[in-house]
């Protein structure tokens, strides 16, 4: 099993919606969660971290479910800039150490 | 990320050599990591290091060498034992002291096999 798993997608959405992305993760003593956004061809670019309480940023919010071991991503009233891919990042036991997952590819339309 | 350098940006390997990627920062980070990215796929840790003169292979260390001599630096050599190294690299640095601290990247190095 994967340490952290995401739906390839893509999401094809049109601009001004509300789009949700989840991240599963196998390692129950993980305590650091990210979001990174990648444009093609460049380097991963923070987008927040996730906190237990959950967080928000903008029209960015993100959620963590310790329970269920998920963490998810909410972008509200998407832009075009918002397209690229969204990765999502758990740490292992190792509290330095860090699972990347494949990426959740996100397309607004006009 | 400003702070992190990767050179060169662009990289080409013969068959049976072996190629240096650098990475410096400026930023006093403790941990430094390398990752390698294939198309269309997630990033996969080569090494990392928590502190200068220590490291630790990652999930796909074979054909590949580190060091780190100085908190600034953190040099990666592919070898010629990596028989498709053909990939996009990518140097993180971490302040490392605390949890919910993120990892910030250099801009990477393409490296291709001639």
Redesign the interface.
Known sequence: RKE?EQDPGPFNVPEGATVAFNCTYSNSAS??F?WYRQDC??????LM?V?SSGNEDGRFTAQLNRASQYISLLIRDSKLSDSATY?C?V?SD??????????TKLNVKP | DGGITQSPKYLFRKEGQNVTLSCEQNLNHDAMYWYRQDPGQGLRLIYYSQIVNDFQKGDIAEGYSVSREKKESFPLTVTSAQKNPTAFYLCATREGRQFNQPQHFGDGTRLSIL
Do not use: A, D
């Open positions: 952290v305590q650091s990210f061809r460049k380097e991963p670019k923070l971290s906190y990765l990042v740490n190792n509290f330095n150490k860090f699972y990347f997952g494949s990426g």
